[in-house]
């Protein structure tokens, strides 16, 4: 009887134990272009696309090549693993997530976070002229 709370204590700490590293290993934190820099670890940059600077797919290596701006001005060359992701175009913001090496931000995933479909497309006056003009 002793034995089984023994084996059944063991197996408890074991899964805490897994999921704690598992808890670590996906908590990636968000950084700075500069941070990046930084650390070996993945993480996690929040900027915007510079559409001003030359982007392109290369199909040989299967990889989207790019420029990003974070909150601090701070330009950042990104590779990203993978075709130009879906919206790419129209998104806000973009958030980039991989490690940097050799002069490059090499990104496994890229979020873009795109306009709401629920803002006003002609500014803020425009949604408040339509609410009162249904008031009247």
Not at 47 to 58: A, C, I, L, N, P
Not at 116 to 135: E, F, H, I, R, V
Request: hydrophobic letters at 40%.
């Amino acid at each position: 009887m002793r034995t089984k709370y023994i084996v059944a204590g063991l197996v408890i700490v074991a899964f805490v134990i897994f999921g704690a590293i598992s808890f670590m290993q996906n908590n990636i934190e968000y950084v700075s272009a500069k941070g990046a820099e930084k650390t070996n670890r993945t993480v996690q940059v929040k900027g915007t696309w510079m559409k001003d600077m030359q982007s392109y797919y290369d199909p040989k290596t299967n990889t989207f090549h790019f420029y990003m701006v974070d909150d601090q001005k701070t330009v950042l060359p990104v590779v990203l693993a993978g075709a130009k992701p879906n919206n790419f175009e129209i998104a806000n913001d973009i958030v980039a997530k991989g490690r940097y090496e050799n002069g490059v931000f090499q990104a496994s995933e890229v979020l873009t976070k795109c306009p709401s479909k629920y803002q006003s497309k002609t500014g803020p006056q425009a949604s408040s002229q339509a609410a009162t003009s249904t008031l009247n």
